[in-house]
């Protein structure tokens, strides 16, 4: 949201309760935590429902909120948090899906033709189907890591797992996703 101002009013009034609020910030802030919850929770239903813990999580601490630092994180931190709870509670597949809002590739050239577009499209929709092939804790600490940015040691406690733990993962996940990536270029080549 690019209004201070008005966020902090809409804030303000989730704090107090307002309905008009609540659905206003629920409404501006869907679709990027949606496709949070995607990229852990394989089945749209469980992402859903997630979504909807998240969105009562941020809604219980929004007092806490202190207008320091960015709102986008503070809640991406929340729903990231109610993913990985979830994981560890039904030990169901994180995942990340192509729709996924958080996902834009950016460019420093403005003008970019639609061919390189759409291999661009073509080689993120490739590497999305890679990531879903996975193991669930590997795709879990990949995602942490290079998609949420977390360190070893947040994404070993977030886990319950040892920091060389969360390493391994992560390089065993790379070398997966390489043959994966590998083995789907050899198979269209044919």
């Known amino acids: 949201m690019k209004d201070t101002h008005q966020l902090k009013e809409i804030i303000e009034g989730c704090i107090a309760n307002k309905r008009k609020a609540q659905a206003k910030l629920f409404e501006l802030y869907y679709g990027k935590m949606m496709g949070v919850c995607l990229r852990y929770h394989k089945d749209k239903d469980d992402a859903q429902e997630i979504l909807q813990q998240g969105f009562i999580k941020v809604f219980e601490k929004l007092d806490a909120y202190e207008f320091t630092g960015s709102f986008d994180g503070w809640m991406r931190r929340i729903f990231v948090n109610t ?13 990340r899906k192509e729709n996924d809002e958080e996902f834009v ?19 993120a929709s490739i590497a999305l189907e890679a990531i879903d092939e996975l193991s669930p804790q590997y795709r879990a600490v990949f995602n942490l890591y290079v998609i949420e940015e977390y360190s070893h040691k947040e994404i070993a406690e977030l886990l319950g797992i040892s920091e060389g733990t969360s390493k391994s993962n992560l390089s065993k996940a790379k070398a997966n996703l390489q043959k994966i990536l590998k083995d789907r270029y050899i198979q269209l080549d044919n």
């Open 83 to 95: 993913s990985i709870d979830a994981i560890r509670k039904n030990k169901k597949n994180p995942i």
């Open 105 to 123: 590739m950016e460019s420093s050239n403005p003008v970019i033709e639609e061919e390189e577009l759409d291999l661009m499209s073509l080689k």
